[in-house]
């Protein structure tokens, strides 16, 4: 299939997608586009209208990119809306136990423990940590020595790696960034990817290929991760010296407003799994892609540029930077980490005039809604300035959705807007970022919007600086 080509015209960068499909699709391009990239399921139809019923092999299907039936399902009414099968038969065997994907009580005693684990003054206390594990990582690349290219993608892998390491799990997680992304690289782009048979709902006693050949980096992350617990457990219970950090307070935490439990060594493990893949992995997406859209727009670098320098590397003196959030924002946008969420109806439901029946499944998609052209001014074009702070109040509340809404939005959200701000801060202090052409990265969706091909920055020490 075509891409649709980038292009930068007098209204601004428009980023490569693919191409819109105007026909519709069989069952076995279906199942193989699922498989493939399921970016590629969705045609122009999707991107012009708010609601489209249909039938798939999940069944009846309704994608709702209006923001009033996408508050119905995931806030008004959310409890009538819960996480798919589909999510769970991909994912289950990583995260079963993890707030991404369970449901009902269990969910809500593990949201209640965690709560306060990310509070705005917990936040802000791991912005030090954070500004460091950056600046660490802008100076090896030794700049000053000369014009580098680097593989943008394992950069921001790494970086985000570290920063988790060092904020969550006081650098606990043995410093092992390549192990890790080998083994996520690994899980996404074989064990995680939509099975035909997942699709069609088969038994889970058929063996799935994609599962069997992810199987190394499924043993690699619940090794080690079982490794950190215990480890972590003794210094709390026998030793008494464990740092102040996230693992700490998800082992030692307790249900204060239920009966006094605490979370199991599996659920622990499950949501340290869940932080990896809905932390670690879309925090360096979303700064891969921003910095891509910046080396397309010379006057967002400069502004970009300006507010770094007046930065005064204090937690405190990151909300003035309203440029910085404004292009993540954007590049979030346009390119959502989590482009799509499947919830299925409990019991008969009426989204906005369209009937929903026990079983159907609802599809949310921030790709569409996020893109759509009756939600958005030229919805395909790079323009952070939507998200200065005297544009951001026209945008719908449920029409841009990166962390998700309602109850189950992301707990970590202020967390990963810091850390991306910080990180993209301290990169625009130190460097010119530039785009090497002809490469032009295209976004593929394995469970996270990655690009296709390997993204490649040239990124020298700055000239103004010099």
């Not at 889970?204 to 290929?209: E, F, L, Q, Y």
């Not at 082992?251 to 249900?255: G, H, N, P, V, W």
């Not at 239920?258 to 979370?263: P, V």
């Given at each position: 299939?075509?891409?649709?080509?980038s292009?930068?015209?007098?209204?601004?960068?428009?980023?490569?997608?693919?191409?819109r499909?105007?026909h519709?699709?069989g069952?076995v391009p279906?199942?193989?586009?699922?498989?493939?990239?399921?970016?590629q399921l969705?045609?122009?139809?999707?991107?012009?209208?708010?609601?489209?019923?249909?039938?798939?092999?999940?069944?009846?299907?309704?994608v709702?990119?209006?923001?009033v039936?996408?508050?119905r399902?995931?806030?008004?009414?959310a409890?009538?809306?819960?996480k798919?099968?589909?999510q769970r038969?991909v994912?289950?065997?990583?995260l079963?136990d993890g707030?991404?994907?369970?449901?009902?009580d269990?969910?809500?005693?593990?949201?209640r423990?965690m709560?306060?684990?990310?509070?705005?003054?917990?936040?802000?206390?791991?912005?030090?940590?954070?500004?460091?594990?950056?600046?660490r990582?802008?100076?090896?690349?030794k700049?000053e020595?000369?014009?580098?290219?680097?593989n943008?993608d394992?950069?921001?892998s790494?970086l985000t790696?570290?920063?988790l390491?060092?904020?969550?799990f006081?650098?606990?997680l043995d410093g092992d960034?390549a192990g890790?992304?080998k083994?996520?690289?690994?899980?996404?782009e074989v064990?995680a990817?939509i099975?035909?048979?997942d699709a069609?709902?088969?038994?889970?006693?058929?063996?799935?290929?994609?599962?069997?050949?992810?199987?190394?980096?499924?043993q690699?992350f619940?090794e080690?991760?079982?490794?950190?617990v215990?480890?972590?457990?003794?210094?709390?219970?026998?030793?008494?010296?464990?740092?102040?950090?996230l693992?700490?307070a998800l082992?030692?935490?307790?249900?204060e407003e239920?009966?006094?439990?605490?979370?199991s060594?599996?659920?622990?493990?499950?949501?340290?799994l869940?932080?990896?893949l809905?932390?670690?992995?879309?925090?360096?997406?979303t700064?891969?892609w921003t910095?891509h859209l910046?080396?397309?727009?010379?006057?967002v670098a400069?502004k970009?540029k300006e507010e770094a320098?007046?930065?005064d590397?204090?937690?405190?003196?990151?909300k003035?930077m309203v440029?910085?959030?404004?292009?993540i924002?954007?590049?979030?946008?346009?390119?959502?980490p989590?482009?799509a969420?499947i919830r299925q109806?409990?019991?008969?439901?009426?989204?906005?005039g369209?009937?929903?029946k026990?079983?159907?499944?609802?599809v949310?998609a921030?790709?569409l809604?996020?893109?759509?052209?009756?939600l958005?001014d030229?919805?395909?074009?790079f323009?952070?300035e939507r998200?200065?702070?005297e544009?951001?109040?026209s945008?719908d509340?449920y029409?841009w959705l990166?962390f998700?809404?309602g109850?189950?939005?992301?707990?970590g959200a202020?967390?990963?807007?810091?850390?991306?701000v910080?990180?993209?801060?301290?990169?625009m202090?130190?460097a010119d970022?530039?785009a090497?052409?002809p490469v032009?990265?295209r976004?593929?969706?394995?469970?996270?919007?990655r690009?296709?091909?390997?993204m490649?920055?040239r990124?020298?020490?700055?000239?103004?600086?010099?």
């Open positions: 299939m075509n891409d649709m080509a292009t930068t015209t007098s209204a601004g960068f428009r980023p490569k997608v693919p191409t499909r105007s519709k699709m069952l279906f199942l193989w586009q699922s498989w493939r990239d399921p970016l969705w045609g122009q139809l999707h991107f012009q209208e708010l609601y489209v019923a249909g039938t798939s092999p999940l069944g009846r299907t309704l709702v990119s209006d923001p039936g996408v508050r399902v995931l806030t008004d009414n409890l009538n809306y819960e798919g099968d589909l038969r994912l289950g065997p990583m079963a707030l991404l994907l369970t449901e009902g269990q969910w809500r005693r593990a949201r423990i709560a306060p684990l990310f509070t705005p003054a917990y936040t802000a206390k791991t912005a030090e940590v954070m500004d460091a594990v950056c600046r990582r802008v100076e090896s690349w700049l020595q000369g014009a580098r290219v680097l943008i394992h950069e921001m790494g790696f570290d920063i390491s060092a904020t969550l006081s650098d606990d960034a890790f992304e083994a996520l690289n690994q899980f996404l064990g990817r099975s035909p048979l069609l709902k088969a038994p889970d006693w058929i063996p799935r290929m994609g599962k069997l050949a992810s199987r190394g980096s499924a690699f619940q080690r991760v079982s490794a950190l215990a480890r972590r457990r003794k210094r709390i219970e026998v030793d008494g010296d464990a740092p102040d950090d693992l700490t082992l030692s935490a307790r249900d239920g009966d006094g439990s605490g979370l060594d599996h659920e622990v493990m499950s949501n340290i869940t932080f990896i809905a932390g670690h992995e879309t925090t360096a997406r700064l891969g910095l910046v080396t397309r727009d010379a006057a400069q970009l320098d007046a930065w590397r204090s937690s405190g003196g990151i003035p440029w910085h959030k404004a292009v924002e954007e590049a979030m946008r346009l390119f959502p989590a482009p969420m109806a409990v019991s008969d439901d009426v989204i906005e369209h009937e929903v026990a079983g159907d499944s609802i949310i921030p790709w809604i996020q893109r759509h052209e009756k958005w030229e919805p395909d074009v323009k952070p998200f200065l702070p544009n951001r109040k945008i509340r029409a990166p998700s809404g109850p189950r939005i992301c707990i202020a967390f990963a807007m810091q850390e991306a910080i990180a993209l801060a301290e990169i202090k130190a970022v530039e090497i052409t032009e990265p976004p593929i969706q394995q469970i996270t919007l690009s296709r091909e390997t490649r920055l990124l020298r020490a700055r000239k103004d600086q010099s």
